[in-house]
């Protein structure tokens, strides 16, 4: 594989954890999902080729491994909200059952 392909792979990995990322802030879950399919599929295709180890993009792993940072980070974020609101629906169905049973 030719140096502009794995520059070519590398771009594209990039983009796609750059959506995610977004995808991630908003309420793009679904459309996340997607997402991560295919940059799995292009994790897998770019693991066997060499590139990662390879010392001239170094600098593009780096901003790699900070975009998945980041994106970890994000999704942590989402699913505590989505914890947290579980939570209160919980205890609102509870305290609506505690209400019926005494009627």
Same mark, same amino acid.
């Given at each position: 594989?030719?140096? #502009?392909?794995?520059?070519?792979? $590398? %771009? /594209?990995?990039?983009?796609?954890? #750059? ?5 991630? +802030?908003? %309420?793009?879950?679904?459309? $996340?999902?997607?997402? *991560? ?5 292009? *994790? =897998?295709?770019?693991? @066997?080729? @060499?590139?990662? /180890?390879?010392? #001239? ?8 491994? +900070?975009?998945? #940072?980041? $994106?970890?980070?994000?999704?942590? !974020? +989402?699913?505590? @909200? !989505?914890? =947290? ?15 019926? %049973?005494?009627?």
């Amino acid at each position: 594989m030719c140096v #502009e392909e794995q520059k070519h792979l $590398l %771009d /594209e990995l990039e983009n796609l954890l #750059e959506k995610q990322i977004a995808l991630a +802030k908003q %309420d793009g879950t679904g459309e $996340l999902e997607v997402l *991560i399919d295919r940059t799995n599929s292009l *994790i =897998e295709k770019i693991s @066997g080729t @060499g590139i990662p /180890e390879s010392p #001239e993009f170094k600098n593009r792993r780096e901003l790699l491994q +900070k975009l998945y #940072e980041a $994106l970890c980070l994000s999704v942590a !974020v +989402k699913k505590a @909200g !989505v914890c =947290e609101e579980l939570s209160r629906i919980r205890r609102s169905r509870k305290t609506m059952e505690t209400y019926s %049973d005494n009627m």
